[in-house]
Structures are given as C-alpha cells and as structure tokens.
C-alpha cells in the first residue's frame, strides 16, 4: 500500500492556518480524496487535554516543561492518528507540527534547538512532512486577528482579555517566532511552501490546492 501525503500547515497567530487547512481538506474530498484533518497539540483525547494545559492563560509553566508536554501529546498524535492514516494511504493535514516547536520554543523561548531536533525526532520517529504551507503575516496583525477571533468566539474572560497563552506572549516573541518561521524555510525550500500576507482567502487557497494537486498528481505518476 502507498503511503500517503502529509501535509502541515505552519505559521504565527491569527495566520489563518485553520481556514486553510479546513478549505483543503474540504476540497480534497469533493475529489474522493481519503483525507483526516488533524491539529497539534490536539488530535486525540490525551493530547488535547495537554492543549488545554498549555494554552490557557492561567497555567504557569516552565520552558523546558513546555517544550516536553508539547512533545509528550506530539508522539501520541503520532502514534493515535498520522502514522496510521498515512499507512493507510490517507492525506494527512495538520496545523502545525515539528517546525512550530522549533519556532516557538527554540527562536520564541530561546530554548537549545539541538535539544528540541532531538526531541523532534523521538517523538517522530523521523517522520517528516510531504509538503509544508508557511502562511506568513506580520506580526501585529495576525495578533489583532487572532485576538478579535477569541473574543467572538468565546465569552470566557481570560479569552476575551487577550486570547489564550500564546496569543498573550509580547510582540518582540512573536517576532522571533516569526523570523524563526522564515528562517526554517530558507532552509528547508524543497519542503516549505511561504505565502506572503495579503492575498484573499480564496486567492491563497488557490494557491495551496494548485501546488498540493501536482504533489498528488506526481505521486500517482510514480
């Protein structure tokens, strides 16, 4: 049986990586494409009960605490959804994945970022994705969105006053995160795929599906 496609979709707050990953999950479909769209940290049970943990805005955690619970709910994801699904032949979309760890808690943090490749790779086992979608917004206005989305979302307080633990991180964070981003594609141009801020929704949509259905037509001309 072929393995199937992984794809992921990176980037910082208020992106649009949800709407995205959603849109081409749908399209794929309409096309009888067997897709699963997933999420880190997220996905399964227990994994997504370590995403309450981690973004809530009361919890208080170390660095190094973040880095090996977001890893800790990464093997489980692994183990529970992608491994499987890809060996079923399935297309696999995941909002974030590795690139985000070394992203937020490498160039974010300022975490070792040996250790977290390492800690990538266990929790892995060396998978990695297909195809990586880096939708790159500028800083302030991916947090205005990302902000304005939580407070129409959800009438929870801590919400409402400044989006979950993430989205409350400084603007100077965030735009390390953001170079950190660019910086792994640059480094990895075969992989990542980096569309700018300002096209419509449709237009980079357009964009995602025209370059993930010559990834699939390739694959099936192998």
Known sequence: MKRGIFITFEGGEGSGKSTQARLLADALKKRRIPVVHTREPGGTSIAESVRKVLL???????????LLLYEAARA?????????????????????????????????????????????TIATNG??????????????????????????????????????????????????VRRGYLRLARGNPRRFRVIPWGGTIEQVHAQIFTEVNRRLHAKRHR
């Open 56 to 66: 809530n805005p009361a919890s208080r955690i170390a660095p190094l605490t973040e």
């Open 76 to 120: 489980q994801h692994l183990a529970e959804v992608v491994v499987p699904a890809l060996g079923e032949g399935r297309t696999v979309i995941c909002e974030r994945y590795t690139d985000a760890t070394e992203a937020y808690q490498g160039y974010g943090r300022g975490l070792d970022l040996r250790t977290i490749k390492t800690l990538n």
């Open 127 to 176: 998978l990695l994705p297909t195809l990586t979608f880096l939708l790159d917004v500028p800083v302030k206005r991916g947090l205005a969105t990302a902000r304005g989305l939580a407070k129409r979302l959800s009438h929870r307080a801590a919400r409402a006053n400044g989006g979950d633990r993430m989205e409350r991180e400084s603007a100077a964070f965030h735009g390390r």
